[in-house]
């Protein structure tokens, strides 16, 4: 995992930040979430994970100290579950989505949603296979943090998102320009 | 004809100065190949069988002639001369080199042109009517709301790595030029009572392994809301899009594992959620934007002309014109003079198709060159890319067209071919792709070379050929009343034979008519299948009429008769297609 991750508020800059959050994959569960590496509380578990242990004793107590956010599979149908992604707004501090590979978009359509269907206005963090030349559409549709792929070179990351200084569709971040505000 | 803003310079520019910067990240290895191929076939730019290829796009078939002027320098700069005008309103070059393509696109940029989702998983180049604005037929000039969704679609964030490519087509008029039924989303624009512009929407067509035609599956979609409407298929399509199988992954492959009526259902559950929310947002297309951008489609300053009929043109041109160029002159009216909407103008297509010399669409330099100063001369400057990989002078005064004929005969662009058997639609196949199983430019000229006789072609009427180098079906042969394929079979190249296949208002797949055949049968075999065409037919019944009327049953048992009789030995082996 990133010791650093890019952090991109809607209305602030992208900077890097220390990462506070593990990625867990769900494996080896029997005894709930597993230690994790030296100085990491917070977690982001599977999203099926929290559907079938959030109700374990252990888990609530962790969630209720703001340790515990959830993370979406690509392939995950966030609209299915949505009572209890309403239910985890008040609980999660972060929320992931997964890139399995960086070119497999589905998780543009989850960030979207969860900014305009669920009005997440917590962190939505890109995880996986996230490459620099896809930070700009990420922020674009409703990311706000980004923990890069480990080969990718974080210098030149920040850099990707002024590379457009105009749009022609709206999306979470941006209108579209027009005529009349140019 | 649209003009960019300084937002679309802006973004074009800036869009250049991206490419470069991943480019160079290539070049000096800190972008692997694997991670490079997406972004760069995000801007038209493949690897192929000899060189890298780039696809510039021609949004909606519309070009300045400074633009081709521009195509014309790139041909020579940095290809070898000549450029390749494609089904989709695209131009492609064969031979480009990695390193001067950020140039060439900056080149592109100084002429408002990109080469932006040319290619790729996202939304390509918007195809319309290659004669919208001035058709005859036409109900609803199409051009604004391709611009406007041109605007929608490009870096479109949510949507830059679809399950697959995904294609629009827009029509406005009576007769579908547009091949609308064969693309993921076709639009088909109308008027309702109020008057008001609304769209009707296909979604689910395609070509390829699995030849599908579009379903409707919304109606009376008024324009203002068309990015909310397409937001929601789009996104419907890019969650549940199969990404585990590539030949699965098309919009079609979905919209028939759910059936029309439930995908539309998902669509609209979705669109309810975004335009309830939307309703006074942004995301609706304002007036004000209708505005600026369909003030670069009003008509140019025509003359207030007398309209003549081309039996009237014929006989007052005759004067000036000896007993073979008279002949020639009439066929090229007959076929290349289309109809126009203002009186005493005509809309005139240049053919690409000469016969048995250049690969159907090529056009060179010095062609382009040519072509860009006819439109200067006798068009407002400006001409259109068809589908059927022509190109056309839209507004062309009826008195000057024998002054046009003669110069754009000088250039090997007036043969009079046009819907005719020779006017061949063909990927470039095996000469260039890395895809093909087979060739399709030779197959083309062999056909051409047979069916030279310009008599015997009109005789035939209105019949089109559509060759393809390999299932993709960029040719769409599926689509052509007669159909040719290139398929491999133990390293051998044959081809296969669809019949019945149209484009238009009765769009219909071909059917395959049995065992492929060797490419020096081809010739043999076409002339079989129009022989028994003559003799079947009644009257003037056109080449698919008589196909439907008959079925595939006399024109099959023509074709393997005479190719068996030619070359039993081959037949013997590998009959199967
Ligand atoms: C040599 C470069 C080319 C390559 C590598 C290429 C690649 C492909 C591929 C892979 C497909 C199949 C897509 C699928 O499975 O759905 C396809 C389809 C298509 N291509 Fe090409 N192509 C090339 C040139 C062209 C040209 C020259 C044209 C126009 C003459 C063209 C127009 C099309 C069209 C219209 C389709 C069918 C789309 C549909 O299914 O609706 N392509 N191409
Ligand atoms: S049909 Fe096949 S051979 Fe022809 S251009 Fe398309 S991919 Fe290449």
Redesign the interface.
């Given at each position: 995992m990133n010791k650093q991750i890019i952090s991109f508020p809607k209305d602030g800059k992208p900077t890097l930040i220390a990462n506070e959050w593990q990625v867990w994959d769900g494996e080896r569960d029997e005894g709930g979430i597993p230690d994790l590496e030296h100085g990491f509380h917070k977690v982001l578990v599977p999203f099926h994970w929290w559907i079938t242990h959030h109700k374990n004793t252990d888990v609530i107590n962790r969630a209720s100290k703001g340790e515990i956010g959830v993370w979406f599979a690509a392939d995950d149908d966030i609209l299915k579950h949505a009572d209890i992604i309403e239910a985890g707004k008040a609980l999660w501090p972060v929320v992931g989505a997964h890139f399995p590979i960086f070119r497999d978009g589905r998780s543009f359509s989850t960030a979207a949603l969860l900014r305009d269907r669920f009005d997440w206005q917590g962190e939505v963090r890109a995880i996986g296979d996230v490459l620099i030349d896809q930070l700009l559409q990420g922020a674009r549709v409703g990311f706000d943090a980004f923990e890069l792929r480990p080969d990718q070179k974080l210098d030149v990351a920040p850099k990707q998102f002024d590379l457009f200084s105009v749009v022609t569709q709206n999306s979470w971040r941006d209108q579209r320009a027009t005529i009349a505000t140019a | 004809m649209y003009k960019y803003?300084?937002?679309?310079q802006?973004?074009v520019d800036?869009?250049v100065?991206?490419f470069r910067d991943?480019v160079e990240r290539r070049l000096n290895g800190?972008?692997a190949e694997e991670?490079f191929r997406?972004?760069r076939l995000q801007n038209g730019l493949y690897h192929q069988r000899h060189a890298y290829m780039l696809r510039v796009a021609i949004p909606y078939g519309l070009l300045s002639a400074k633009q081709l002027r521009t195509l014309a320098f790139i041909a020579d700069k940095y290809d070898r001369g000549y450029g390749h005008f494609t089904t989709r309103q695209n131009i492609q070059y064969n031979w480009v080199e990695l390193e001067q393509t950020p140039d060439i696109l900056a080149e592109l940029a100084k002429v408002e042109m990109h080469a932006i989702q040319t290619s790729g998983?996202c939304i390509r180049n918007i195809t319309s009517d290659a004669f919208a604005g001035v058709a005859g037929d036409e109900y609803i000039d199409p051009r604004p709301i391709c611009e406007l969704l041109r605007?929608?679609?490009?870096?479109?964030?949510?949507?830059?790595?679809?399950p697959r490519k995904f294609k629009f087509a827009i029509n406005g008029a009576k007769e579908d030029r547009t091949v609308l039924l064969c693309h993921d989303v076709g639009i088909e624009l109308k008027k309702n009572p109020e008057g008001e512009l609304t769209a009707d929407i296909y979604a689910g067509g395609g070509m390829g392994r699995t030849p599908i035609l579009g379903s409707l599956i919304k109606q009376d979609v008024p324009w203002q809301v068309l990015?909310s409407y397409l937001t929601a298929l789009l996104?419907v399509y890019?969650?549940f899009g199969r990404?585990d199988n590539l030949y699965k992954a098309r919009i079609k492959i979905l919209v028939k594992a759910l059936g029309p009526e439930e995908f539309a259902r998902q669509v609209e559950g979705e669109w309810a959620?975004?335009h309830n929310?939307s309703k006074n947002?942004?995301?609706n297309f304002?007036q004000?934007?209708w505005d600026?951008v369909a003030k670069h489609f009003t008509k140019p300053s025509y003359k207030s002309l007398t309209a003549v009929d081309n039996e009237q043109l014929a006989a007052r041109f005759t004067a000036d014109l000896d007993a073979n160029e008279k002949i020639a002159f009439t066929r090229w009216l007959e076929r290349n003079v289309k109809p126009h909407q203002v009186p005493g103008y005509a809309s005139v297509i240049l053919s690409l198709k000469p016969h048995g010399t250049a690969a159907p669409g090529d056009a060179t330099s010095a062609q382009m060159n040519a072509i860009a100063d006819l439109s200067d001369q006798f068009s407002f400057g400006e001409l259109r890319v068809t589908h059927e990989q022509n190109l056309v002078l839209a507004d062309v005064e009826q008195a000057e067209l024998l002054n046009l004929w003669r110069a754009a005969k000088q250039q090997n662009l007036v043969l009079p071919n046009i819907g005719l058997l020779t006017d061949i639609i063909a990927c470039p196949g095996g000469d260039f792709c890395s895809l093909a199983n087979a060739k399709s430019l030779p197959i083309a000229k062999a056909i051409q070379e047979r069916f030279d006789d310009l008599d015997y072609l009109h005789d035939l009427g209105g019949i089109t050929l559509n060759i393809s180098g390999c299932i993709n079906s960029c040719g769409h042969h599926h689509v052509g009343n007669i159909g040719v394929l290139g398929v491999d079979k133990d390293g051998e190249e044959w081809y296969q034979i669809t019949l019945g296949g149209e484009q238009g208002n009765d769009a219909s797949i071909g059917k395959v008519i049995g065992p492929s055949f060797y490419a020096n049968e081809i010739p043999d075999v076409m002339t079989s299948l129009i022989n028994t065409y003559i003799e079947q037919r009644t009257g003037d019944e056109p080449f698919i009429d008589t196909y439907r009327r008959l079925g595939v049953t006399p024109f099959k048992e023509a074709a393997y008769k005479n190719a068996l009789n030619k070359n039993d030995a081959k037949h013997s082996k590998g009959a199967t297609a």
């Open positions: - | 803003d300084h937002i679309d802006t973004l800036q869009r100065a991206q991943q800190t972008l991670e997406p972004l998983n605007q929608w679609s490009t870096l479109h964030p949510e949507f830059a790595h679809l990015p996104r890019n969650r990404r959620q975004l929310a947002s942004k995301d304002t004000a934007e600026r």
